[in-house]
């Protein structure tokens, strides 16, 4: 599986967009870009994927760059409650299971 | 709908001692996973079972057994902890191996071995 780096933190301001970066030089043609996130404490919660198009949904978007060596998530307007580590994982669509966390980044929204 | 299970929420054993964390899902999902996270890192895959009757290794099996009780259920069983163990354990489920991999996860227990 091709690995990920992001940055280990990060800060944003409420209401502003959080653009949360990946790198994933060594992604193959099958493999997908997950984005979950922890909330501290809980156990992680599923945000987006994406093959090469770039993708919406009601939590954030997904921009994966023309090559796929690289994406960004953006929670467009963020809130306090987005305070979390954000892990971008990469993986096969039909290896089901195993996803393989980084250390992930550790966004802070602050008022 | 209570989503991913996870019984207990916290433990404390003496090393050598065994236990079972049990988690169970209530969403008819085909898969279930078992994860282990240490402090400031990210989760690690200890084992999973794909569909009922199965189970195979993740990352990080050693030291760990598992149980596909049925659909619903999976347990992972520490036969004789050790102090390496202490850990928050994640147990997730998916619809099945072969989707996207969206999993859901249950709230964790918190193992320490003292």
């Known amino acids: 599986d091709a690995k990920t780096t992001q940055p280990p933190s990060m800060d944003c301001a409420e209401g502003r967009a959080a653009n949360l970066p990946c790198n994933h030089s060594?992604?193959?043609?099958?493999?997908?870009v997950y984005w979950y996130r922890q909330i501290h404490s809980q156990g992680p919660q599923y945000i987006i994927h994406?093959?090469?198009n770039n993708e919406t949904n009601e939590m954030a978007s997904l921009i994966i760059t023309e090559d796929r060596k690289s994406s960004t998530l953006i929670l467009p307007h963020a809130t306090l409650r987005d305070t979390a580590v954000y892990y971008c994982?990469?993986?096969?669509?039909?290896?089901?299971?195993?996803?393989?966390f980084g250390q992930g980044t550790e966004l802070s929204v602050k008022p | 709908n209570a989503g991913v299970t996870q019984t207990p929420k916290f433990q404390v054993l003496k090393t050598g001692q065994s236990m079972t964390l049990q988690c169970a899902q209530d969403?008819?999902?085909?898969?279930m996973y078992w994860y282990r996270q240490d402090p400031g890192m990210g989760l690690r895959l200890i084992y999973y079972s794909a569909s009922e009757g199965t189970t195979d290794k993740g990352e990080v099996p050693n030291g760990y057994n598992v149980s596909r009780l049925n659909k619903r259920e999976f347990s992972l069983r520490l036969e004789s902890a050790a102090p390496s163990q202490t850990s928050v354990y994640f147990c997730?489920?998916?619809?099945?191996?072969?989707?996207?991999?969206?999993?859901?996860f249950g709230p964790g227990t918190r193992l320490t071995v003292l």
């Open positions: 060594t992604i193959s043609g099958n493999e997908y």
């Open positions: 969403m008819n999902h085909n898969s």
């Open positions: 997730a489920s998916s619809e099945d191996i072969s989707s996207y991999n969206e999993q859901f």
């Open positions: 994982i990469v993986g096969p669509y039909n290896q089901g299971g195993k996803l393989i």
């Open positions: 994406g093959l090469k």
